[in-house]
Structure formats: C-alpha cells, structure tokens
C-alpha cells in the first residue's frame, strides 16, 4: 500500500508598514525590515497592480514532524502613503485569503529608544496613522504587530519631521 504525505500549511502576511516615497527614514522601519526578511528567504519582490503595491512569497518547511507541513508566506509592501497602507493590506489579504489575526504588521513606534522593540497582539493603534488604516480596512484590531523604536523628538511639534528623518550613522 502507497504511503500518502498529508501536506499541511500555515498562510501569514508580513507587511512592512512606511511611506515608500520617503526610503530609509524612521517611519519606514516596518519596510526596511520586510526588505530585509525578504533577502533573507531570498525571495524577489513582485509589482502588483491591482494591490498598489509589491509582494514576495516564501514557503518554509518545517521539519518537525512527519508531515510536509510548512509554512507559506506572503510579504507586503504598499506604493501608497503610510496613512493609507490599509488599502494594499486589505486588497492583499483578501487576494490571499488571509484573515487579520494571520497579518503581522512591522512598525515604528515613537515611544521605544532607537533599536528596541516588542510584539503586541492586536489592540489599539496607539495614534499610528498605518496601523489604523488596516485596523479601518480589515476591520479588525487583532494583527500582532512588531513594534520597533524610533525614539521620541524633544518637541511635540516636530513629529512629522521626526519620523520622515533618516537615522544617524550611529542608529542604523
């Protein structure tokens, strides 16, 4: 008797939260690190129209058990502004068929120091302007979410400008 090999797969969308227009600067942490993973799984970065936006996919086995069981990723990145980053991911997760919970989403966060970050399980956007446009889209406040520090400036008035700035030599 022939012996089958049940495949079984876990679907997950990585989305790098940025400004694609404004390379290399602290809001644009989440697309830096998507681009980063991307390299790492050697996976090439597709445009896709009808997302406004790139996509990479990757599948990884996993080799503990006996089953052929991997998983399968879908990595995002949108060509729109970080306010409405929510219309890619939103399209994309439909078009992949993958529901909010299974979306983790890579950000900047004001109120970390420069390189530390944590993971959040869903909740609020905490004034994030990109994480609220998913929230809206995917009607939804449960994407884990990769929080990583881009410090605070001295002066309220100057966030905008913060976070369109790049990093020193000595934060990067």
């Not at 876990?10 to 227009?21: A, C, E, Q, R, T």
């Not at 290399?24 to 129209?49: C, F, I, P, Y």
């Not at 919970?101 to 609020?124: C, H, I, N």
């Not at 990583?148 to 976070?163: K, L």
Request: proline share 4%; aromatic share 6%; with cysteine.
């Amino acid at each position: 008797m022939a012996h089958s090999v049940t495949t079984n797969s876990m679907k997950f969308m990585i989305v790098g939260l940025g400004n694609h227009d404004y390379p290399n600067t602290r809001h644009n942490v989440g697309l830096t690190l998507v681009n980063k993973l991307a390299q790492h799984l050697s996976s090439d970065w597709h445009k896709e129209a009808d997302l406004q936006g790139y996509t990479a996919h990757a599948s990884i086995p996993l080799a503990s058990t006996d089953d052929a069981e991997q998983i399968n990723l879908v990595l995002v990145k949108s060509k729109l502004p970080m306010n409405i980053n929510g219309r890619t991911v939103g399209q994309a997760a439909r078009k992949y068929a993958i529901s909010p919970e299974d979306v983790y989403l890579l950000q900047d966060d004001l109120d970390k120091p420069v390189g530390k970050f944590r993971m959040k399980q869903g909740g609020s956007a905490s004034g994030h302007n990109g994480v609220k446009s998913c929230q809206t889209v995917l009607q939804s406040q449960d994407m884990p979410r990769l929080m990583v520090g881009i410090d605070r400036p001295t002066s309220q008035s100057t966030v905008s400008d913060y976070v369109l700035s790049k990093f020193d030599s000595s934060q990067r």
